[in-house]
């Protein structure tokens, strides 16, 4: 027996944990002080630099569940795949109006082309984009899964050259918030780096609660484009 | 240090963006298991049959 969505009971308690971690992170959000040079601005950075990861895992998500695809020939998946990519959309069109916005009083401009952090998170944007206008122009499934899995794995390539892109060029972006390679650096009042985390927790909650809803909706249209391709066979059979 | 102009042109509206966003695709996904639904219950009822 298949378990069905409507007897799924993790994907709401999952949605319930992430909005408390979200409004306990807000809560951190304006309780910490303004940083001594940016002001309050700094408070569109916990949205930014979480947005930002998030965008990061749907690019691994895209990638791993690509690779596992081709592997597997599983459709599984390819339904998540596409939903971390969808989900990735989200995530890096909010890390790029967050990182505009802060970028106007910070830098003076809302974007410069020069900037090879600016414009890999835009390449980034175009590669997942791209993803789903291949996955519409191809009708027959297996093949647009195959496809599609082979964009995710290539696409990922252009995440460590974001990510390294702060120290490789140095351009009007600033270098990690948090340096992950080595030891973990952040000077800082705690409670500033209390609001990234939580706000980095909740990011991660809503991507696997989205992932589990999107992927919930990718199993019923598949189900359904399966029949109507049966149905359409069948047809010809007949005739 | 920034007044709070700057704090209402550019801090709030990143967060309004950000709320209407993630708002507006979950809604959207609600809806479209909400349309799905009777998919699901094929989905079920044809496993069950094989």
């Known amino acids: ?239 | 240090m920034f007044g709070l102009d700057k704090y209402w042109v550019f801090v709030v509206p990143i967060y309004v963006i950000t709320i209407l966003a993630t708002l507006a695709y979950w809604g959207f996904l609600l809806r479209r298991l909400r349309d799905t639904r009777a998919d699901d219950q094929l989905e079920v009822s044809e496993h069950d049959r094989h």
């Open chain 1, 1 to 239: 027996m298949t378990l069905r969505s409507s007897q799924d009971r993790i994907t709401p308690a999952l949605g319930i944990v992430t909005l408390l971690m979200m409004l306990l992170g807000s809560y951190f959000i304006f309780k910490s002080p303004p940083d001594q040079n940016q002001g309050d601005l700094v408070r569109i950075l916990y949205i930014h630099v979480p947005a930002s990861w998030m965008y990061y895992l749907a690019c691994f998500g895209t990638f791993v569940y690509g690779l596992a695809y081709l592997f597997t020939r599983n459709r599984r998946w390819d339904r998540l795949s596409a939903a971390s990519s969808e989900i990735g959309i989200l995530m890096v069109g909010i890390s790029l109006v967050c990182g505009m916005i802060w970028s106007k009083p910070t830098f003076g401009q809302y974007w410069v082309w020069d900037d090879p952090r600016l414009t890999s998170t835009a390449l980034a944007l175009l590669i997942f984009i791209g993803y789903f206008i291949v996955r519409g122009l191809i009708e027959d499934p297996a093949r647009r899964a195959r496809v599609s899995a082979v964009i995710g794995v290539i696409g990922m390539i252009n995440v460590p050259i974001n990510y390294m892109s702060v120290v490789w060029w140095r351009s009007i972006h600033q270098g990690f918030t948090v340096n992950l390679l080595g030891k973990v650096n952040f000077k800082a009042d705690p409670s500033m780096l209390l609001s990234l985390i939580l706000m980095t927790l909740g990011f991660t909650l809503l991507f696997f609660y989205f992932l589990r809803l999107r992927g919930i909706l990718a199993r019923r249209l598949e189900s359904r484009e399966d029949r109507l391709l049966e149905r359409e066979l069948k047809l010809q059979g007949s005739d």
